[in-house]
């Protein structure tokens, strides 16, 4: 399998499983570290286009339980949760993949991505 980028943070537990598990199957991939490199703005508008913003945004996390009661508000909608997960990755789920095929995933489901093998 060609071409595939995990997106994410890599101390977050779920990131450096899928890591650990694509290293085990011997999937060549790209890591895309959302603090050194930030968002990639079209990536996002292409993530939300196929997964949409419920999806994508982390309402479970540290980050979103830090936010003030006026910024959570104003990512009910898709354009504010855009912007918010552009401001603070830390809201986005992880991690997001970018498969060889085209399709994306947000999460790490290991029986789903051996199904992709």
């Known amino acids: 399998m ?9 101390n977050c537990d779920t990131v450096k499983r899928a890591r650990a598990w694509l290293d085990e ?3 060549t991939h790209r890591f895309h570290d959302f603090k050194k490199a930030g968002v ?5 508008d292409a993530w939300l286009a196929q997964l949409g913003w419920e999806r994508l945004l982390n309402r479970q996390g540290t980050t979103w339980r830090k936010l003030d009661d006026a910024a959570k508000v104003a ?3 898709a354009a504010g949760a855009r912007a918010l997960m552009l401001a603070q990755p830390s809201v986005i789920k992880r991690p997001v993949v970018a498969w060889g095929d085209g399709r994306l995933t947000v999460g790490f489901d290991p029986a789903d991505w051996s199904a992709r093998r």
């Open 2 to 10: 060609a071409d595939v980028t995990l997106y994410g943070i890599p």
């Open 25 to 27: 199957h011997r999937i």
């Open 40 to 44: 990639p703005a079209d990536g996002l």
């Open 75 to 77: 990512a009910g909608d």
